[in-house]
């Protein structure tokens, strides 16, 4: 252990996100969403074994030994916290680590635009945080519930594989539910917590048509469903929902989208001016009149347009946020093109007089 506390200690320092263990290799870590070797460590297979048990729960390794792999958190005392995936490759255990901040961000330190809070103020309604995997939607989710956490009184019931970040209660309570430690799988918990009571209910589930569907019914029961998803802009999170489904079942969840949608939030993150770690560009769709539409008839190339069209509503494009972010001095214009949805408009937007 004594060699991953080192790594650890140095991880904090570089502001690393991930750190990737085999037995007898070089670990990697990822600084900035890149990875990079440290050469001149290794773990023997004894040395990571010792790590599962001196990190994970009887429960967590029972798991492990029934299903070949496991996730789990892991708190360092007051030095951090860690979801540790443990998993078999090549039939030697293999160790996933990314570090968990010990507390939620506030909006301000993520940029997260304003028109959010309206949304969260709500009572009901979906509200989809989707980003491409390591891009924060994690710490985004957390931010919002901090946010409704210090403003309003609620029962928050989160369904985590595992639970990452840690609330205390505030203005609402939480329930923080660890799958498989505490239930099986998110359909089990998202199905056991209508029976909690629930005012707002949080899952990373979205991924799974099964968990979609009770998600969507506990917004019909009048809760807020916060859910995370894989994706990029607005509309390809929602195409990708529509689109998991077989055609027949497409024209029903149509429907319960467009009517219990609030918002949806793409993510994704992008160096900062001089390498100066990364920050967050957001895409936001807000569920206007037009939108519902929009969604029901499946015109989701149109959402775009509304983006950039309708700022009243609190809507905004990866483009618009990212050519923000360059009057800010926050990236250079060289990343707004790598990372827009379209380079050659934002182009023009730098070369025109």
């Keep these: 252990m004594e060699t991953l506390h080192r790594i650890l200690n140095e991880i904090a320092a570089s502001k690393a996100s991930d750190l990737h263990i085999y037995p007898g ?3 990697f870590i990822r600084v900035n969403g890149v990875l990079q070797k440290m050469v001149g460590t290794e773990f023997s297979e004894d040395e990571v074994k010792k790590i599962i048990l001196a990190t994970s729960s009887p429960r967590a390794r029972e798991i492990l030994g029934k299903q070949r792999q496991v996730n789990y958190a892991w708190e ?68 919002l519930l901090d946010f409704i956490n210090t403003h309003f009184e609620k ?26 430690l505490d239930v099986p799988n998110f359909y089990s918990g998202l ?16 991924n799974y048509s099964d968990a979609l569907d009770e998600a969507l019914f506990l917004c019909e029961s009048g809760c807020m469903v916060i859910g995370a998803t894989d994706g990029g802009s607005c509309s390809q999170i929602l195409e990708r929902i529509i689109y998991s489904r077989p055609a027949a079942e497409r024209d029903a969840l149509k429907g319960k989208l467009a009517t219990h949608v609030s918002m949806v939030i793409g993510q994704k993150l992008v160096p900062k001016f001089e390498n100066q770690g990364r920050t967050a560009a957001f895409d936001i769709l807000v569920n206007t009149p037009q939108v519902k539409t929009l969604i029901r008839n499946e015109n989701l190339v149109m959402l775009r347009t509304i983006q950039e069209q309708d700022h009243a509503s609190g809507m905004q494009t990866f483009d618009r946020h990212l050519a923000s972010m360059v009057q800010k001095n926050l990236i250079t214009p060289q990343t707004a093109i790598a990372y827009a949805d379209d380079p050659h408009e934002m182009t023009g937007r730098f070369t025109r007089k």
């Design 191 to 206: 199905s056991a917590a209508y029976r909690l009571d629930p005012d707002v209910v949080v899952t990373d589930s979205l």
């Design 25 to 27: 290799e070089n670990p």
């Design 155 to 180: 029962n928050i019931i989160t369904v985590e594989n595992p639970v990452e970040i840690k609330f205390r209660d505030d203005h609402s309570t939480f329930i923080q539910r660890a799958i498989p």
């Design 76 to 143: 360092r005392g007051s030095e951090g916290r860690y979801r540790i995936s443990v998993f078999f490759d090549r039939g030697k255990f293999g160790l996933a680590i990314r570090v968990i901040p010990m507390t939620p961000p506030k909006f301000s330190e993520l940029g997260l635009p304003d028109p959010i809070k309206k949304t969260l103020a709500k009572t009901s309604g979906l509200v989809i945080v989707g980003s491409p995997s390591g891009h924060g939607k994690t710490t985004t989710i957390a931010s």
